[in-house]
């Protein structure tokens, strides 16, 4: 008997002798299940919000702060309804994605993205550097405490 005959012989017998079935032999592989209890903790959440008064950005503000949600912010119909009470919560998400080294920045007219530390929202030179954005989504308006004031 050669020596990878004996190599063999004495691998088989110990698969035997561990229980592993015929199958798993012959398949080369091991088929692990799928479930996970980190499922809501690993994966980033991109999520929707309306902010139709001041109140309503605590849920915004606790996701952010959980440090796995993107948050894409409607202001319109607080931005209809009172501008004073925007410029307050605009003010707020700032300071909290200051607080947890996240970013903000407006896109268009009507929306805000506020992102926690793992994310940067992109800004072009061009972005940066027009006093009055165009109706373009595309449009990235930076939300800084000079204009808060």
């Known amino acids: 008997m050669g020596f990878f005959s004996k190599l063999k012989s004495r691998f088989a ?4 002798a561990s229980g592993a079935s015929g199958e798993e032999r012959e398949e080369g592989y091991v088929e692990l299940g799928t ?3 980190t499922e809501g903790k690993s994966k980033v959440t991109v999520r929707p919000f309306v902010i139709e008064t001041f109140e309503q950005i605590k849920p915004i503000l606790d996701s952010l702060r959980e440090g796995h949600t993107i948050a894409l912010i409607n202001i319109r119909p607080l931005k209809d309804k009172d501008l004073v009470e925007l410029k307050r919560a605009i003010n707020k998400l ?11 920045a407006g896109f268009g007219e009507d929306w805000i993205a506020a992102v926690p530390s793992f994310a940067h929202i992109y800004r072009t030179k061009e972005t940066k550097e ?3 954005p165009a109706e373009d989504v595309s449009e990235v308006t930076e939300y800084g405490s000079e ?3």
């Open 13 to 16: 017998t110990s698969e035997t």
């Open 35 to 37: 479930d996970s209890d």
């Open 94 to 104: 700032k300071k909290t994605c200051d607080a947890v080294e996240g970013d903000i």
């Open 130 to 132: 027009k006093v009055k």
């Open 147 to 149: 204009e808060m004031q």
